[in-house]
Structures are given as structure tokens and as C-alpha cells.
């Protein structure tokens, strides 16, 4: 399709254990973001990716969160000896470019540690 | 720190009625806003964005209005419908940053 796709759309992991989630961006979308939404909150800041690069990493909540971008597409984020307050939906959205504009979101990770 | 607040979390209309959903930001500096629509199990659809160099803009049954002296935004759903029924964040971006940052959320209920 042409949206931003997620997988998985669910996982479910025992405590300690690692965890990885996979974005697909919109094609030719250079700017990346990935947020975190526990239930019925908004929408918490992750980190942003301009093509390959992360210049924002400021909403990583600790060192056991890490994400990756290759090729300008695929992005990976990474969450080591899982704990359950990292039980949420962690959502991907990119646009054409980064500033203030849109960001097209894909419909998340639901994540739950067990 | 500084976040967007949304006034009410909750609000039910009939079908048909308009609708005005409230958001409050804090941050001065912020310089575009964004409304997203957000159904079960999908993620934020983008219903309509204003930089702060305008105060209204308008878009298919829907309307923004910007007042920077209160740091108020608002959207306004003409003739709502079932379909509409859905949580809605605002969000606010600027300053250095290029991430949003978003609301609570407001649920909408439309009834027929």
C-alpha cells in the first residue's frame, strides 16, 4: 500500500526480554518519527530521523530504547530487557521532509509485556 | 515542561449537530498546529493543520481557528455524523524542535 506500514501490529513478550518493531515510511519520505501512546493518553515523542540520521533523540525514556534507519526507508526500533511499563501502541509516522508539516502515521505496535 | 491540553475529554452530540472540540497550548513559541482524528486500533488521521500566521482555516465540514493572545485552538465539525465518532488530539510543533507534540485527546460521541 502507500501508507506507512508497521509490523508487527501486535506482540506480546515476556519481561526482560528484547523487542523489535519495524516501520516502512511512505516511499521518498525522508523525515521519520516514532512515538509512543499508552492507553488512553496522546502521543509521547520518541525520536526523529532525517534520512539516515537521528537528530532528536530526546524522547528515548533510557538507554534501553534504540532505533535505527537504513537506506532512507526501513526503520527498526529497539527495546532491550523489556519492562512491563513499556507496554503500549508505539506508533511511526513520516513526511516529505522535516518541519511543520503533516505527519502520516501507520496504525502501531501494540506491545504488551507480560 | 510545556504540552498541549485539550479542555473537555469527553463530548456527545446527535448526528447533524456541529461540534467544537477545544485545545489550550502553552508554548508560546509554537508555530503550526494539527489536528489528528484517531479511531480504534488505527493510528492519527490528519484532518487539518494552521501555521500561527493565520487564524482560521477551513477545510471539508471542518474549521480551525487559532487565537495566539489566549494560546487557544479549536476545531469545529459542521453537520456531524456517526463516522466522526473518533478521539481527537491537537498538536503543536516549533521553536527548534520538529516533533509534535500532542494533547490528551478529546472523545467524540455521535448518536442518530
Known amino acids: 500500500g502507500a501508507g506507512v506500514s508497521q509490523s508487527p501490529s501486535n506482540k506480546v513478550t515476556e519481561k526482560g526480554k528484547d523487542v523489535e518493531l519495524r516501520c516502512d515510511p511512505i516511499s521518498g519520505h525522508t523525515a521519520l518519527y516514532w512515538y509512543r501512546q499508552r492507553l488512553g493518553q496522546g502521543l509521547e515523542f520518541l525520536i526523529y530521523?532525517?534520512?539516515?540520521?537521528?537528530?532528536?533523540k530526546s524522547g528515548l525514556p533510557s538507554d534501553r530504547f534504540s532505533a535505527e534507519r537504513t537506506g532512507e526507508s526501513v526503520s527498526t526500533l529497539t527495546i532491550q530487557r523489556t519492562q512491563q511499563e513499556d507496554s503500549a501502541v508505539y506508533l511511526c509516522?513520516?513526511?516529505?521532509?522535516?518541519?511543520?508539516?503533516?505527519?502520516?502515521f501507520g496504525d502501531g505496535t501494540r506491545l504488551s509485556i507480560l | 515542561g510545556e504540552s498541549v491540553g485539550l479542555h473537555l475529554p469527553t463530548l456527545s452530540v446527535q448526528e447533524g449537530d456541529n461540534s467544537i472540540i477545544n485545545c489550550a497550548y502553552s508554548?508560546?513559541?509554537?508555530?503550526?498546529f494539527i489536528w489528528y482524528k484517531q479511531e480504534s486500533g488505527k493510528g492519527p488521521q490528519f484532518i487539518i493543520d494552521i501555521r500561527s500566521n493565520m487564524d482560521k482555516r477551513q477545510g471539508q465540514r471542518v474549521t480551525v481557528l487559532l487565537n495566539k493572545t489566549v494560546k487557544h485552538l479549536s476545531l469545529q465539525i459542521a453537520a456531524t455524523q456517526p463516522g466522526d465518532s473518533a478521539v481527537y488530539f491537537c498538536?503543536?510543533?516549533?521553536?527548534?524542535?520538529?516533533?509534535?507534540?500532542f494533547g490528551k485527546g478529546t472523545t467524540l460521541s455521535v448518536s442518530s
Open positions: 509516522a513520516s513526511s516529505p521532509y522535516s518541519g511543520p508539516r503533516p505527519q502520516h
Open positions: 508554548n508560546s513559541a509554537s508555530d503550526y
Open positions: 530521523f532525517q534520512g539516515n540520521s537521528a537528530p532528536d
Open positions: 498538536a503543536e510543533a516549533g521553536g527548534a524542535g520538529t516533533a509534535l507534540i
